[in-house]
C-alpha cells in the first residue's frame, strides 16, 4: 500500500485561503468516505482536524475544511492564521488486509 | 479527560527486541478500537498497526509484519506493541492513538509518543 501523494509544501499570507490536495486511487481515497486529516506542529502529536472527508470534530476551528472528488481529497484552510503553521497529512482507510495509509505530509507556512 | 501515555522506548540494539505500552486514562478502554502510528526522524506519519476493542482483528503494515505483535489487556487499561528483530528503519517516534467510537479508523485521541532508537 502506497503513501497517498500530498504537495511538500504549501505557503500564503494571514488572511488568505490554501488548500491541500491529497492523491490516492479507488482502492483508498477513491473508494471510501474515510478520509481525515491530522494537524502537527513541531515536536508535538498529531492532532485530528477533519474525519469522514469533511467533518469536524468538536473544538475545530470552521476555517478548516475538508472534500473529495474521485481519488483526491482536499483541506482547505480559510482565514490562514500563524498559528495554522504545520505539517498536515491526510490519511484514508483502504479496505485492504493493510486497512490504513498516510500521506507523504505537507508543510504549510504562513508568510 | 481523556489520556494515553506511551512508555518503554529507548536505545536497543539491532536484531534485538522492545515492548512499548500505552497507558490509557478517562475513558471504558475495552470499548475503543486502538492504534500505533510511527515517525521516523524529520519523516511522515507511518500507520503501524491496529487492534479491535476486544483484541479480536489486528491488522499491520507490510513494513512490520511479523516482526511486531500489538495486543492490549483491557483489566489494566494498556495498549502494547512487541517489537522484535529490530533494524535501524524502525527508529521513530511511536504514538499509539484511540480509534473513535464510530470509526475504529478515525484516530481522535493520541498519546505523546515515545522514541525508540536502533543503534549498535
Known amino acids: 500500500q502506497s503513501a497517498l501523494t500530498q504537495p511538500a509544501s504549501v505557503s500564503g499570507s494571514p488572511g488568505q485561503s490554501i488548500t491541500i490536495s491529497c492523491t490516492g486511487t479507488s482502492n483508498d481515497v477513491g473508494g471510501y468516505n474515510s478520509v481525515s486529516w491530522y494537524q502537527q506542529h513541531p515536536g508535538k502529536a498529531p492532532k485530528l482536524m477533519i474525519y469522514?472527508?469533511?467533518n469536524r470534530p468538536s473544538g475545530v476551528s470552521n476555517r478548516f475544511s475538508g472534500s473529495k472528488s474521485g481519488n483526491t481529497a482536499s483541506l482547505t484552510i480559510s482565514g490562514l492564521q500563524a498559528e495554522d503553521e504545520a505539517d498536515y497529512y491526510c490519511a484514508s482507510y483502504t479496505g485492504s488486509s493493510i486497512p490504513y495509509v498516510f500521506g507523504t505530509g505537507t508543510k504549510v507556512t504562513v508568510l | 479527560q481523556v489520556q494515553l501515555v506511551e512508555s518503554g522506548g529507548g536505545v536497543v540494539q539491532p536484531g534485538r527486541s522492545l515492548r512499548l505500552s500505552c497507558a490509557v486514562s478517562g475513558i471504558i478502554f475495552s470499548s475503543y478500537g486502538m492504534h500505533w502510528v510511527r515517525q521516523a526522524p524529520g519523516k511522515g506519519l507511518e500507520w503501524v498497526a491496529v487492534?479491535?476493542?476486544?483484541?479480536?482483528?489486528?491488522y499491520y503494515a507490510d513494513s512490520v509484519k511479523g516482526r511486531f505483535t500489538i495486543s492490549r489487556d483491557n483489566s489494566k487499561n494498556t495498549l502494547y506493541l512487541q517489537m522484535e528483530s529490530l533494524r535501524a528503519e524502525d527508529t521513530a517516534v511511536y504514538y499509539c492513538a484511540r480509534g473513535s467510537s464510530q470509526d475504529y479508523y478515525v484516530m481522535d485521541v493520541w498519546g505523546q509518543g515515545t522514541t525508540v532508537t536502533v543503534s549498535s
Open positions: 487492534i479491535w476493542n476486544d483484541g479480536s482483528n489486528k
Open positions: 469522514d472527508v469533511s
